[in-house]
């Protein structure tokens, strides 16, 4: 079973990024990313995906139409255990506050820091094979 990574970011060159820098991990096939540009868009991929293989939803907070804190309770609603982690350029304690209290595991401020992530999203996959 292939593992997915959501990422949500109205930003099209927000793909190409997450593409480049998780490269190595995609050609081998560790994981694989799906993109949508929309908190809409992406509720319908994640509906569709098999529930086991979903293993983390990474989401901006400021998009148009429906935001990431508007989104966060419907993913969490159709897919309670995997972890949604917000990501802004507003980094403030309000932001950061309502973030974990609508169920993120976390909020990383833009620019992301890859490295990071990296550890995160290596963390879920050794879940997944303990």
Do not use: W
């Amino acid at each position: 079973m292939t593992l997915h990574i959501m990422v949500i970011d109205d930003e099209p060159d927000v793909t190409d990024l997450f593409r480049q820098q998780f490269r190595r991990e995609l050609r081998a096939g560790r994981f694989d990313m799906g993109f949508a540009h929309s908190a809409a868009e992406a509720l319908e991929h994640i509906a569709h995906l098999e529930e086991a293989s979903l293993i983390m939803v990474c989401s901006d907070i400021n998009m148009p139409g429906m935001t990431g804190l508007e989104f966060l309770p419907k993913v969490k609603a159709i897919r309670p255990n995997v972890p949604v982690l917000m990501i802004t350029a507003y980094g403030d304690e309000d932001t950061r506050r309502r973030a974990l209290e609508g169920g993120a595991a976390g909020l990383m401020t833009k620019p992301i820091d890859f490295s990071a992530l990296r550890l995160e999203i290596d963390r879920r996959l050794g879940e997944r094979h303990a």
